[in-house]
Each structure stands twice: as structure tokens, then as C-alpha cells.
């Protein structure tokens, strides 16, 4: 006897896609202040913030405003359900998690990598010489 395809319960909700798309964008934004640290010269290293934080604006407007208007209610599916998607629409309930997560991210980056830039901007005289 074959088993049923079926997708694993309980389906995602918004609110905890977007949760964990919001801790995603907290460690983005440690990672972006890391990487910034490797970048030579301080002006180089503001221009990298700003650039990153329009970037990551870009990113979440696009991002989110396609997911959220794929999200389909209840039929909403993990990406360990791939196999199971059916229809038309099947693989737009899979990947639309991964968009919206991605376009938090970038909601929550953007902010940080902003403040980022202007906190090297009114630190960089003091810091640098």
C-alpha cells in the first residue's frame, strides 16, 4: 500500500514567518557590522553601509510586496512539502515563506545598516585619525 502525500501539520502562519525572518535580519545586521570592519578606509566603509542599507530597502519592498501578495491563506506549505504541492499555484504556497522571510530580513537590515552608517559617520573622526 502507498503512502499518501500529504503535507505535514500544522501549515506556517504568517506571524511566525515573519518572526523568524525579523531573528534573520538581526544577525544580518551583526554580520553586515562585521564585514564593514574589514573594509579599508572610512569612507569606503560609510559608503558600504549606506549602499547596503539601499540595497536591503530595495530588497524588502520587492520581496514583500510580492510575497504577501502570493500568500494564500491556509494552504501556505513548509519547503520539506515540496512534493506535495499540486496545482497551478502549488509551488508559489512552497516558496512564498522563503520571500516573505527574505523581505523581513532585508526590513530589519535596512534600519541597522543605516544606523550603522551614521554611527561611523559621527564616530569616524573620533576612531580614526
Not at 14 to 38: F, K, N
Not at 52 to 60: L, M, N, P, R
Request: glycine fraction near 10%; charge should be positive.
Amino acid at each position: 500500500m502507498a503512502r499518501a502525500r500529504t503535507a505535514i501539520e500544522p501549515r506556517l502562519t504568517l506571524r511566525q514567518v515573519i518572526v523568524r525572518g525579523a531573528l534573520y535580519g538581526v544577525a544580518s545586521v551583526i554580520v553586515c557590522a562585521v564585514v564593514a570592519l574589514c573594509v579599508p578606509g572610512h569612507e569606503d566603509r560609510v559608503s558600504f553601509l549606506y549602499r547596503t542599507g539601499f540595497v536591503a530597502v530595495v530588497c524588502a519592498v520587492v520581496f514583500l510586496l510580492y510575497g504577501v501578495g502570493f500568500w494564500q491563506g491556509d494552504d501556505i506549505r513548509r519547503l520539506r512539502d515540496w512534493r506535495t504541492a499540486e496545482g497551478t499555484l502549488g509551488t508559489y504556497a512552497v516558496m512564498v515563506p522563503a520571500i516573505v522571510r527574505c523581505g523581513v530580513l532585508a526590513l530589519v537590515l535596512a534600519p541597522g545598516a543605516f544606523g550603522l552608517a551614521n554611527l561611523a559617520q559621527v564616530l569616524g573622526g573620533w576612531i580614526y585619525p
